[in-house]
């Protein structure tokens, strides 16, 4: 097996673990990591496909791309992580009633 | 067997588990130091793969700046908010109203999801060609027009300006964002928790110059090796925030005006360049003259550096910061 | 030199190892801070001592010290943070 298909197909079952703790896990901070392995898959598989030419230097363009894309994912993670914060302050405002904790039910 | 094969094995053996075990740890806190080991382990694998760019960025950025926002916003949230069933699931399940939320349809609809998304991509990348040169020749054919000697910072910076030009506008945008859902529209009222203490302070000031050493290098050394402005501005971003963390000067201590004047700076700069070149007779929008060329990227670079670094470390201050009045928000 | 140098780099391995083997086996926080700054820190030591000893030019010699000289005051002093809180109860 060459690197880029062992580095592609670690890549993939990423996205696949990204998506699947997206899809079924219900804390918001665990879907905000959940998108950035994710990304990290997204970014692995990229550079294994840069890495396939063996003569001269891994392929420059797809290293730009995803140097350009780990500076947007901060960003949207820091975004979401705001918006994560601002809902869970929005959800202890709304309970009225200080006796009943919205956290312990079922 | 050969030695390589087996480190590349137990790396994505590794890299596997952690965020197998981040996504599925019970304790939330667990989960983000594993995200932060997560981010480490990716970036010995951009190393293991020849792009130490990534590597140097990832390690900040993945590893660090990530790490520091997600502890942030962790310790941010309301008491409880570590424990998994917040009050999402309190809600009755639309798809499957007798079990708890994430029911057997929703696993199994997941499941199906994954598994057949997972395939797909299996299948697109065996249908690959294993080896391709991809744009590199392309690349190398053009390298001594770009103005600088190294194939990432051209590409990053000439061939594909309209990537990190756009890029820093996500920033800036980002910035804007987390400012309107915060309702704050300033960083100076912004309070570290606790109050800075002495160890902590002589040791960032003892810090500060070596990492603004470090900065300057970065930034030079993107001429014509890895490193450049992404990898320059993550380090002033730490170096920013580590001096507001211990009390000292830093982006908090700008006036407003000063404040969005370096946050934009590296999108207007890469702007004028843009509706420059656009309007210059016998150039296309966004291309240089090739002997002004290291000027320019090394002016962008400069600027580039500046903003990426003030847009990072503001995330961060905004992030961790507290204000004093409480019914500010 | 080439021999001398690979030595150097498996008796920092044996050091990591040995850290590590103390985080994973000792029984509080305290320990295993001790185990991870100072197991870790030499071993760390070793491979950079074997790494200039190989490396071409005084310059790259010279990086790779500073490289171990801030890697040591980052953990000292992560450590001495670390066992600060625990000793106060954080």
């Given at each position: 097996m060459s690197t880029f298909s062992i580095y592609s197909l670690a890549?993939?079952?990423?996205?696949?673990?990204?998506?699947?703790?997206?899809?079924?896990?219900?804390?918001?901070?665990?879907?905000?990591?959940?998108?950035?392995?994710?990304?990290?898959?997204?970014?692995l598989l990229l550079i294994s496909t840069a890495y396939r030419n063996q003569d001269l230097f891994p392929d420059p363009v797809p290293q730009a791309m995803v140097l350009t894309g780990i500076v947007v994912a901060i960003s949207a993670t820091g975004f979401a992580l705001a918006l994560v914060r601002s809902i869970h302050r929005r959800m202890a405002e709304s309970e009225t009633d200080p006796s009943q904790d919205s956290w312990d039910q079922p | 067997m050969n030695l390589i094969l087996l480190f590349d094995v137990f790396l994505i053996a590794a890299l596997l588990l952690v965020s197998w075990r981040l996504?599925?740890?019970?304790?939330?806190?667990?989960?983000?130091?594993?995200?932060?080991?997560?981010?480490?382990?990716?970036?010995?694998?951009?190393?293991?793969?020849?792009?130490?760019?990534?590597?140097?960025?990832?390690?900040?950025?993945?590893?660090?700046?990530?790490?520091?926002?997600?502890?942030?916003?962790?310790?941010?949230?309301?008491?409880?908010?570590?424990?998994?069933?917040?009050?999402?699931?309190?809600?009755?399940?639309r798809l499957d109203p007798i079990s708890p939320c994430p029911g057997k349809i929703h696993l199994l609809l997941a499941f199906t999801c994954v598994g057949s998304l997972t395939t797909l991509l299996v299948l697109a990348v065996l249908d690959l060609p294993a080896t391709g040169d991809g744009l590199t020749p392309m690349v190398s054919q053009f390298l001594e027009r770009s103005g600088v000697e190294h194939p990432v910072t051209a590409v990053l910076l000439n061939f594909r300006f309209y990537d990190t030009w756009l890029e820093l506008g996500v920033l800036v945008a980002a910035v804007l964002g987390i400012l309107c859902v915060r309702n704050r529209f300033d960083l100076r009222e912004l309070k570290v928790l606790q109050a800075p203490d002495v160890m902590l302070r002589r040791l960032v000031m003892g810090l500060a110059p070596t990492m603004a050493l470090v900065v300057v290098y970065l930034l030079w050394l993107g001429d014509h090796a890895p490193g450049g402005a992404f990898q320059a501005g993550v380090v002033l971003a730490a170096m920013l925030v580590l001096l507001w963390f211990s009390g000292h000067a830093s982006i908090t201590g700008l006036s407003r005006m000063l404040w969005l004047f370096c946050l934009i700076a590296g999108f207007a700069v890469m702007l004028l360049v843009a509706v420059v070149s656009a309007l210059w007779p016998e150039m296309r929008p966004l291309e240089f003259p090739?002997?002004?060329?290291?000027?320019?990227?090394?002016?962008?670079?400069?600027?580039?550096?500046?903003?990426?670094?003030?847009?990072?470390?503001?995330?961060?201050?905004?992030?961790?910061?507290?204000?004093?009045?409480?019914?500010?928000? | 030199m080439q021999v001398l140098a690979g030595m150097l780099c498996l008796l920092?391995?044996?050091?990591?190892?040995?850290?590590?083997?103390?985080?994973?086996?000792?029984?509080?926080?305290?320990?295993?801070?001790?185990?991870?700054?100072?197991?870790?820190?030499?071993?760390?030591?070793?491979?950079?001592?074997?790494?200039?000893?190989?490396?071409?030019?005084?310059?790259?010699?010279?990086?790779?010290?500073?490289?171990w000289v801030l890697a040591l005051v980052a953990s000292s002093s992560i450590c001495f943070f670390l066992g600060r809180k625990l000793i106060r109860g954080g």
């Open positions: 890549a993939i079952l990423l996205v696949g673990l990204g998506v699947y703790g997206l899809f079924t896990r219900q804390h918001l901070l665990r879907k905000v990591m959940a998108l950035n392995v994710i990304a990290g898959g997204i970014f | 996504l599925g740890a019970s304790d939330l806190f667990q989960a983000t130091v594993l995200f932060i080991s997560f981010g480490l382990f990716l970036s010995l694998a951009w190393i293991r793969l020849g792009a130490p760019d990534i590597a140097l960025a990832e390690a900040a950025v993945g590893a660090g700046l990530a790490g520091v926002l997600l502890f942030g916003t962790f310790k941010g949230l309301e008491p409880g908010a570590d424990r998994e069933n917040d009050s999402f699931t309190s809600e009755p399940c090739e002997e002004w060329s290291a000027m320019i990227i090394l002016g962008v670079e400069v600027v580039a550096t500046l903003s990426i670094g003030v847009a990072l470390s503001s995330l961060a201050i905004l992030s961790l910061g507290a204000v004093d009045d409480p019914g500010g928000s | 920092g391995a044996f050091f990591f190892m040995a850290g590590s083997v103390g985080v994973i086996r000792f029984p509080d926080s305290l320990s295993r801070i001790h185990a991870l700054t100072k197991a870790d820190n030499l071993g760390l030591g070793f491979i950079v001592l074997a790494l200039v000893i190989t490396s071409q030019s005084v310059a790259v010699g010279l990086k790779l010290i500073l490289i």
